[in-house]
């Protein structure tokens, strides 16, 4: 079974704190995503990364960064958090590859608050 | 743009019967794929079925079934025999082209509550 982890399922945080997300996935896929998901809008893709080192932004990129130093280990970072970046984070990894047919496997999510 | 529509917030069905969400998406790519998620209240996202544009037949995976209508643009989900535990968030998803993975856009979702 293809396994995403993610280091926390629900997170509180303060206003201009520093946060790390971290997620891990064990099925040595190339690609990793970071996503944001709220109530009425579906999930929103922030960045996502095709290999080690490579990341490109997605919709949503203002306020996050994104690491990728091993090709199981993707990390969202939060450089100085606010009230609007409360949220679920969840994230995903799929095989790389041309044609649409390549499922995206999800992490169980982070449930972030930020006060 | 609003590339995948879910126009069903919420919806409720009985037990045992069947029930269909509604997605209709908007691509201008000639080879594009359609997926449905359901992400209970644990909020992992589960992959349940995936229909490609150039596929005739509809997908269908157990109780799950896409009714894909390609010319109106429209990939709906049917449950059939729903069962308590289908009492979740759903989530209709498409990939365009034939470029890396990463264009894969969600809808805003249904929510189902399977009564018994």
């Known amino acids: 079974d293809v396994k995403v982890t993610q280091s926390s399922r629900y997170l509180v945080k303060r206003t201009g704190e520093k946060v790390f997300l971290e997620c891990v996935q064990d099925m040595d896929h190339e690609n990793m995503f970071w996503y944001r998901q709220d109530p009425g809008l579906g999930l929103r893709l922030i960045y996502f990364?095709?290999?080690?080192?490579?990341?490109e932004k997605g919709d949503i990129p203002e306020g996050y960064s994104v690491s990728r130093e091993k090709k199981e280990r993707f990390s969202l970072i939060l450089e100085s958090a606010s009230t609007n970046q409360t949220s679920m984070y969840l994230c995903a990894s799929s095989l790389i590859g041309t044609g649409p047919s390549y499922e995206q496997y999800f992490g169980p999510g982070t449930r972030l608050t930020v006060t | 743009a609003q590339k995948i529509t879910q126009t069903q917030p919420g919806m409720f069905v009985q037990e045992k019967e069947a029930v269909t969400l509604d997605c209709t998406y908007d691509?201008?790519?000639?080879?594009?794929?359609l997926f449905w998620y359901k992400q209970p209240s644990s909020g992992e996202m589960i992959f349940l079925i995936y229909?490609?544009?150039?596929?005739?037949q509809n997908a269908t995976e157990g109780r799950y079934s896409l009714n894909f209508q390609k010319a109106r643009k429209s990939a709906n989900l049917v449950i059939s025999a729903s069962q308590l535990g289908d009492s979740a968030m759903y989530f209709c998803?498409?990939?365009?082209?034939?470029?890396?993975?990463?264009?894969?856009?969600f809808g805003a979702g249904t929510r189902l509550t399977v009564k018994p």
């Open positions: 990364s095709y290999d080690v080192k490579m990341k």
């Open positions: 998803a498409m990939r365009e082209g034939q470029r890396n993975n990463n264009d894969m856009r």
């Open positions: 691509t201008s790519d000639q080879s594009y794929g």
């Open positions: 229909q490609g544009s150039y596929d005739e």
